[in-house]
């Protein structure tokens, strides 16, 4: 129950095009829902989080959609572009402590 | 501004060799996380502390794990024996407690031969 599930494990597309991941979780208790971004020897960085109160978040390329009954959300990269090859961490925490619970993480790259 | 500082970068030992990795958190922050992160299990959280007590060290694999917050400036993670399925970066992470994101380092790469 503390899972969070993402898909794709890998994803490529072509420069402008759309990027979507998928994450999934089971436990209601989750109050808050980041996304991280991770390039090669670095650590995982926020990109932009989400409430469960909120439908859909949206900073620049990037929006996060959020259907609270179906315990789903995901991140979509509009425009996409080749700085955007990374890979993508969703996550959730619980609404006690600081445990956050990560994804299993999806690469992505985008083609020039 | 400088963010989460780990040390060292890079560690290649040999299997049985005690393991030091060390993490400075961003100043003022007083929740402090370790995560390892492997291609097979992703980011997994080991520990973390709050005002440099353990809070929750549940994912600490077994007892070679140990780690420790002396102070608010300074945390260790150490593995005595390593052994080559401790091969992983590891992330020490820091954050206000009352906070919601999570500052990573750039990682600690532990190869243990």
């Known amino acids: 129950q503390q899972q969070v599930k993402q898909s794709p494990q890998s994803l490529i597309v072509q420069k402008g095009g759309i990027s979507i991941i998928n994450c999934a979780y089971e436990n209601t208790a989750f109050d808050y829902f980041p996304w991280y971004q991770q390039f090669p020897g670095k650590g995982p960085a926020l990109l932009i989080a989400i409430r469960p109160d909120v439908s859909e978040k949206k900073e620049g390329r990037f929006t996060i959609s959020f259907n609270k009954s179906a315990k789903q959300f995901s991140l979509h990269i509009m425009d996409s572009q080749p700085g955007d090859s990374a890979t993508y961490f969703c996550?959730?925490?619980?609404?006690?402590?600081?445990?956050?619970?990560f994804g299993p993480g999806t690469r992505l790259s985008v083609l020039p | 501004d400088a963010g989460v500082i780990q040390s060292p970068r890079h560690e290649v030992t040999e299997m049985g060799q005690e393991v030091t990795l060390r993490c400075k958190p961003i100043?003022?922050?007083?929740?402090l996380f370790w995560y390892r992160q492997t291609m097979m299990r992703g980011l997994e959280l080991l520990i973390y502390?709050?005002?440099?007590?353990?809070?929750?060290d549940s994912g600490m694999p077994e007892d070679r794990f140990s780690a420790k917050m002396p102070n608010a400036s300074f945390s260790t993670l150490k593995i005595q024996p390593s052994e080559p399925r401790d091969s992983a970066v590891y992330f020490c992470?820091?954050?206000?407690?009352?906070?919601?994101?999570?500052?990573f380092g750039e990682g600690s790469w532990l190869t243990v031969v």
């Open positions: 502390f709050n005002n440099n007590v353990p809070i929750d």
């Open positions: 996550a959730a925490r619980q609404n006690y402590g600081q445990n956050f619970v």
């Open positions: 992470a820091s954050s206000l407690a009352s906070g919601n994101t999570i500052y």
């Open positions: 100043s003022g922050h007083n929740s």
